[in-house]
């Protein structure tokens, strides 16, 4: 039988341990990923219309410590730390952690429809994969999903496909 001396010295974790996700802001690019993944609802990511901010969002009185949003996190931003006294005093809010993000309106319709940061990230990859980046692909990316499924619609009917008829 094993005992340990905490609380009187600290317990150290074992490798691998899922103790509180922390987060880093500066790495967060708005993308949402770790709140359709997160099984309790712990995590969310939602546009607020009326600030005209996506607000990033997390309850750590929910966290099941599943680390799915680690793993589904394309920055980093997110991942569990070692980290196992999490008890707070007296104001359950002490255990809810939030941050703003700016958004970006669509070009055509004027719709906020992502984050500024997530539109970078997207260059930036773009970049790394050794894309030119060129006014278009900018405008492309600036353009929400409805208005890209629309102009492709009219591409398609466009002089290529139907010889100039509508
Ligand atoms: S560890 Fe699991 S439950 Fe906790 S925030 Fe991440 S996805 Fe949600
Ligand atoms: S998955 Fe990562 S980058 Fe995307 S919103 Fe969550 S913490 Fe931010």
Same mark, same amino acid.
């Given at each position: ?6 609380? &009187? ?5 074992? =490798?691998? &341990? ?39 969002? &997390? ?10 949003? *680690? =793993? ?12 196992? =006294? ?13 941050? =703003? ?25 773009? *970049? ?31 002089? *290529?496909? &139907?010889?100039?008829?509508?």
């Amino acid at each position: 039988m094993i005992t340990y001396d905490y609380p &009187f010295k600290s317990y150290e974790v074992p =490798e691998g &341990f899922r103790g509180k996700p922390e987060y880093d802001y500066e790495k967060c690019i708005g993308c949402g990923a770790c709140a359709i993944a997160c099984p309790p609802n712990a995590l969310n990511v939602k546009y607020d219309k009326e600030n005209n901010k996506v607000i990033w969002s &997390f309850d750590c009185g929910r966290c099941i410590f599943c680390g799915r949003c *680690e =793993e589904v996190c394309p920055t980093g931003a997110i991942a569990l730390s070692p980290l196992y =006294e999490m008890a707070v005093r007296f104001d359950y809010k002490n255990l809810k952690e939030e941050s =703003e993000l700016e958004v970006v309106k669509c070009k055509i319709c004027g719709k906020a429809f992502t984050t500024k940061r997530l539109i970078n990230y997207a260059i930036e990859r773009m *970049e790394v994969a050794g894309a030119v980046i060129n006014e278009e692909k900018i405008d492309y990316l600036h353009t929400c999903p409805e208005c890209k499924k629309s102009g492709a619609v009219e591409k398609f009917i466009s002089e *290529e496909h &139907f010889g100039g008829k509508k």
